[in-house]
């Protein structure tokens, strides 16, 4: 039985009551993991793009035609049988992710959100987020996304260089996406975030650093600083392999960083995450849970997703693959309920892993609260305390340990992958000499 249209309205009507009241009410705090497994966010993947950007390796397709009644379907089928695989009582955040979601239907948004509401708690302060294509996203269209039930927006602006979206195979200009972001604001303010990106083919540190400098006279509270990865399988990657273009230069990406850190912590904004930097407290919700390690579903093809599937009787975390291929995705959803291809269980230290890793991407890095959380018996002192190597990295100013927990300082965030070299094999050794391997025959 559908959701009468009337809850969702009022849903919708609460939710931007609530967000028009935190925006006055102040910093926005992210939820820690108290609820446990009674709680996640929902991810929800739409494939579809108008075109392929030529450094994206993404699972998205460009159709002939799209058939949005049966995605919608399956959308929300998947949504349901996993809401009830993983038992939980309360969604904290959806994300409208892609692909290019922005080229679906505001009805397939409602839809979901609608099949949400009614299997589960979706507080009517829950953040739903949508991510948006300029040359997709008129401001009637944004209208329409948030009478829907969303409230925040994610822009791929990438550039202010027209020159350099062409590059990368936009399908937007520089104009396109200024006017994008000022309506977005208009309609969501305090809620909209922006992606720049750095480190392309023949990119200098002074233009790059005037185009940061030229966004923040129009963004709102939230930047997203991505460096160029060149994937094997892109335009790009072959261009640059062939030598059509120069390779991107990994010290002057450094240096772009490194300045743009400074630019932004300048104009008040927090970096609270490696590549994400916030003021007013418009963090990420959503982002957050998967720093901080909760559980989320994965929902739509190629989603990925992080829950215990307790309706399955099963009582440890897995890693979760949904079926890549739109098509072969919609088919399972319809015979099963769901289109998840893998499934992998995560053991203890494997968990532990992802909680050091993830957790060390952000300012706030691991508490022991947290720690104890995922592995009351072993401590963050008892892993990383006695440690010469790690004692090095306290000395340099890259790490921080003492009573609030294990965090990168500031300089530690930009050389993050280096320090994890270290401390990933630190637990390894924890774990090994709390848990050592079976003698063989004994």
Not at 43 to 62: G, L, M, T
Not at 90 to 97: A, N, P
Not at 127 to 142: I, K, M, Q, Y
């Amino acid at each position: 039985m559908a959701l009468p249209r009337a809850r969702v309205r009022s849903w919708v009507a609460v939710t931007k009551t609530a967000h028009r009241r935190c925006s006055t009410e102040g910093t926005r705090r992210p939820r820690s993991l108290a609820s446990g497994n009674l709680s996640a966010a929902l991810y929800v993947h739409w494939p579809y793009c108008e075109k392929r950007c030529s450094y994206c390796n993404f699972n998205k397709y460009i159709p002939r035609s799209v058939d949005e009644a049966a995605m919608e379907r399956c959308l929300v089928t998947e949504t349901r049988t996993l809401l009830q695989l993983s038992r939980v009582q309360r969604v904290e955040s959806v994300f409208f992710g892609g692909g290019t979601p922005s080229l679906a239907s505001p009805h397939t948004v409602a839809a979901v959100l609608e099949a949400v509401a009614q299997e589960t708690h979706l507080p009517a302060d829950s953040e739903v987020t949508l991510e948006v294509n300029p040359t997709s996203a008129p401001g009637s269209r944004l209208v329409a996304f948030g009478a829907a039930g969303v409230n925040r927006l994610s822009i791929g602006l990438q550039s202010l260089n027209d020159t350099e979206l062409q590059l990368l195979g936009r399908t937007h200009s520089a104009s396109d996406a200024l006017r994008t972001l000022a309506e977005a604001r208009h309609l969501f303010p305090g809620r909209v975030s922006v992606d720049l990106m750095l480190g392309l083919p023949a990119q200098q540190v002074g233009p790059w650093l005037r185009q940061l400098q030229e966004l923040l006279l129009h963004c709102d509270d939230h930047v997203s600083l991505y460096q160029l990865s060149l994937e094997r399988g892109t335009a790009l990657f072959t261009q640059v392999q062939q030598g059509t273009l120069p390779a991107p230069d990994p010290d002057l990406a450094a240096e772009m960083y490194l300045e743009g850190r400074i630019v932004l912590r300048e104009s008040g904004f927090r970096q609270y995450e490696v590549s994400n930097f916030a003021r007013n407290g418009a963090l990420s919700t959503h982002n957050w849970t998967y720093w901080q390690c909760g559980q989320y579903l994965g929902v739509g093809p190629g989603a990925h997703g992080r829950f215990i599937p307790q309706g399955a009787g099963v009582h440890t975390r897995e890693a979760r693959i949904q079926t890549l291929e739109p098509d072969n995705w919609m088919k399972e959803v319809m015979l099963f309920g769901h289109g998840t291809r893998k499934r992998t269980p995560l053991g203890k230290l494997e968990l532990l892993e992802e909680v050091l890793a993830m957790g060390l991407r952000t300012d706030m890095g691991i508490t022991h609260q947290h720690w104890q959380y995922f592995e009351p018996q072993v401590t963050l002192w008892d892993v990383f305390g006695a440690s010469m190597e790690v004692e090095e990295l306290l000395e340099q100013d890259l790490l921080l340990l003492d009573d609030r927990g294990l965090r990168c300082s500031w300089e530690g965030l930009a050389v993050l992958d280096s320090l994890l070299l270290t401390l990933l094999p630190q637990l390894h050794k924890a774990w090994q000499q709390r848990c050592p391997s079976p003698v063989p025959g004994g």
